[in-house]
């Protein structure tokens, strides 16, 4: 394997590398700030922000399209109710009412259902009324993280590309250099021979008879190629 295939295929691992990193930066965004078991009330340690609150669905119930993820969703906003750091009820805006399509999000790497959102205009104690059926309820601002992480999203996303792309170049070169100075293992193998191809077999001289001898075109290694008492021909081992 020529140098620039092994630094073709490093390339390629390392872009590898870089994407599952902004995979898995991109996915940081939407872990939850607390989950808890409903129904009751959570009081959640909140900073200003927007903030969505989330029905996570049960692994175990197959869910995986957005119909089926819906279907598993028992808590509407109408069960849902969020007070201030002063006590104070805030609207709440539903995310799955008027038509809209169902709000599914990676919430701790597990589907959830988007049920509402609300605003927190100062850093504080807030308390997170659910009632009706048993469920796991988590409360995430995705949006405000995945913009903290957005850039290094771009940057490994964009560098594993390039690295990517650069290293399959390498490779492909690689390869096109090895067949044309008819590197390679085995026996036999098929193929015209390089442009400014020597005269004669090294060392015995022009008129040597037909043998293996010390292949010209890959100099200082143990590789032979057949001289057929004239020319080379394009087996070699």
């Excluded at 597990?110 to 997170?128: H, M, R």
């Excluded at 067949?179 to 077999?201: D, F, H, I, K, R």
């Amino acid at each position: 394997m020529t140098p620039m295939r092994v630094w073709g295929i490093a390339g390629i691992l390392l872009g590898i590398a870089a994407w599952i990193g902004a995979g898995a930066f991109g996915l940081s965004a939407f872990g939850s700030t607390a989950s808890w078991q409903a129904p009751g009330t959570e009081a959640v340690s909140l900073s200003a922000g927007s903030w969505s609150v989330f029905q996570l669905v049960d692994p175990e119930s197959g869910a995986i399209t957005p119909s089926q993820i819906a279907q598993e969703r028992s808590v509407s906003v109408e069960d849902l109710s969020v007070l201030g750091p002063a006590g104070q009820d805030l609207p709440l805006t539903c995310l799955y009412c008027d038509g809209q399509d169902p709000l599914t999000a990676p919430v701790d790497l597990q589907l959830a259902n988007g049920i509402a959102s609300f605003q927190a205009d100062e850093a504080g104690s807030y308390s997170v009324i659910v009632s009706g059926e048993s469920s796991v309820m988590a409360i995430a601002d995705p949006v405000g993280q995945l913009s903290d992480v957005i850039a290094y999203v771009a940057v490994l996303g964009v560098g594993g590309g390039f690295l990517i792309t650069v290293g399959i170049f390498l490779v492909v070169r690689g390869r096109v250099r090895r067949l044309s100075t008819g590197a390679g293992s085995g026996y036999n193998q098929p193929g015209a021979l390089p442009v400014g191809e020597p005269a004669a077999p090294v060392g015995p001289g022009v008129n040597a008879e037909a043998g293996w001898y010390p292949n010209p075109y890959q100099p200082g290694t143990d590789s032979q190629m057949w001289w057929d008492g004239k020319q080379w021909t394009s087996n070699w081992r």
